[in-house]
């Protein structure tokens, strides 16, 4: 995490623009949207975002405690418009290749013919770094973290930067997380002026 940087909004325009794979598309969007970690999108089944009894996906996408950091379990994220739009397209593709199905994972990495298997984390970073160099964006220091610090520091902006805001929607159980996020955008005065405050 500390080496990762976060991506400029342009930035990340780019990398899905360059990235012609539906599920790979899809995987940029759910880091940009939910701030999840590389391996709770890893985690993610297709039951966590679609309801079978309805044929609908669902309002919100939760992962599953024991794939949280420290297994601590965090608020359900709503799901993004913009996710919405590339999970329904993903999905489509899933079902018209007959695995749209309770625990199927909703990453299917394309060496599942003997059986059904999710990416891992590695292949995610992978896919990332990947999208990056499409894109033209220095991959240095870009990596699956990067989108999380990006969303922490649009957090940061559109709480009137409320460093408690930025750690609730993170997730985090301390401040001092969440100030990690914030040391690239903020001086050590402005760090120190928001302890005095609190």
Known sequence: ???????ADSEIELMKMSTPDLRDKCILIALEKTGYRANE???LKI????????QTLKPRVQVKR???KKKQ??????????????LTLWLAKLQQHGYLR????????????ARLMGLCRETIWRIVRAAAIRA???PERVGCHSYRKSLAVKCWNLSGKNIMAVKEALGHKEVSSTQA????IMSDDAIDALFLAA
């Open 1 to 7: 995490m500390g080496k990762c940087r976060p991506l």
């Open 102 to 113: 309770p625990g199927v994972p909703l990453w299917l990495s394309r060496k599942h013919v």
């Open 47 to 54: 039951d966590d975002v679609f309801d079978f009894s309805s």
């Open 181 to 184: 996020y914030l040391d690239s």
């Open 41 to 43: 999108i890893a985690s």
């Open 66 to 68: 024991e794939h949280m």
């Open 136 to 138: 033209g964006v220095n």
């Open 73 to 86: 379990g965090r608020r359900s994220i709503p799901l993004h418009p913009d996710l919405r739009s590339a």
